[in-house]
């Protein structure tokens, strides 16, 4: 081998040296800089994935009809009953100067009409336009009914207004409820009688007939009202729902606005229980 070709491969030897030095620099400087970038961002910690909890539900509020009886005479009982916020339904009688009046009224705002029918009471009380008695024939007690229920707009069941010597009749009460069928309304037993044959013969006849839990306010005081209020509550706790009835009167009223944006109960159509039934 010539001097010439030794120092040649000698060169060859040392290009190759150079170039495994320059790939092990690079490379050396790739490993720096990712180190580098790794370390910036450390190690984050691994997160402990909490089980999903299933959703609590919230338990349902009792339902509570609020049935306001003897509304008709007066505009301004009836707006001021209209002022509180609430589903209530609007017992109301028939024949008085602002009946129908009433009746349009609360349904355009979304509340249930029922007609609240004038019927005999025991002992000497004046019914007022379209009482029905136990001295009437069959005929008579069917035509003041059919009369009673016309002149009210919209609606959709009927409650007795007084009526604790009529309820008990079986007879009146027949022919009552009879009506009643003819006319698809469903029958809510006010209980002015503890032997009321009204529930029963609705029942018996195929309609919907629902009864009075409470009154709210037989005595016109701010401690009765609240204790009637307690017991409706606790009935509707325990069976689900309540009927209470109650009156436009100012101590009601008063108590009705400060007691209903407390949501113990929720205030519901009297129509809504004759189809939970």
């Known amino acids: 081998m010539s001097s010439k070709e030794r120092i040649n491969r000698r060169k060859s030897k040392g290009k190759r040296h150079y170039h495994i030095l320059l790939i092990l620099f690079l490379a050396l400087i790739g490993v720096f800089f990712l180190y580098k970038e790794f370390s910036k961002e450390g190690i984050k910690p691994v997160k402990t994935v909490k089980p999903v909890q299933p959703e609590k539900k919230h338990k349902a509020l009792p339902k509570v009809a609020l049935v306001i009886d003897d509304l008709g005479p007066s505009k301004k009982a009836a707006l001021d009953i209209l002022g509180i916020n609430g589903s209530f339904?609007?017992?109301?009688?028939?024949?008085?100067?602002?009946?129908?009046?009433?009746?349009?009224?609360?349904?355009?705002?979304?509340?249930?009409?029922?007609?609240?029918?004038?019927?005999?009471?025991?002992?000497?009380?004046?019914?007022?336009?379209?009482?029905?008695?136990?001295?009437?024939?069959?005929?008579?007690?069917?035509?003041?009914?059919?009369?009673?229920?016309?002149?009210?707009?919209?609606?959709?069941?009927?409650?007795?207004?007084?009526?604790?010597?009529?309820?008990?009749?079986?007879?009146?009460?027949?022919?009552?409820?009879?009506?009643?069928?003819?006319?698809?309304?469903?029958?809510?037993?006010?209980?002015?009688?503890?032997?009321?044959?009204?529930?029963?013969?609705?029942?018996?006849?195929?309609?919907?007939?629902?009864?009075?839990?409470?009154?709210?306010?037989?005595?016109?005081?701010?401690d009765y009202i609240k204790e009637q209020w307690e017991k409706a509550v606790k009935i509707a706790q325990k069976q689900g729902y309540a009927i209470i009835l109650a009156h436009p009167r100012e101590n009601t009223i008063r108590f009705l606005k400060e007691t209903l944006p407390k949501n113990e109960v929720k205030i519901v159509p009297l129509s809504e229980l004759t189809t939970s039934q």
């Open 89 to 222: 339904t609007l017992s109301i009688l028939p024949h008085e100067t602002y009946t129908k009046w009433i009746a349009e009224e609360g349904n355009k705002r979304g509340h249930d009409v029922i007609g609240h029918i004038p019927m005999e009471a025991k002992g000497t009380f004046k019914l007022g336009k379209g009482g029905l008695y136990t001295w009437m024939t069959d005929s008579e007690i069917r035509e003041a009914f059919q009369e009673d229920i016309n002149s009210i707009p919209h609606v959709k069941g009927v409650s007795n207004h007084m009526g604790s010597a009529f309820t008990e009749d079986e007879r009146a009460m027949s022919i009552s409820v009879a009506v009643l069928k003819e006319h698809k309304l469903f029958f809510l037993d006010s209980l002015t009688s503890p032997i009321s044959a009204g529930f029963k013969l609705a029942e018996k006849q195929g309609i919907k007939a629902l009864k009075r839990d409470v009154f709210l306010d037989d005595k016109d005081t701010a």
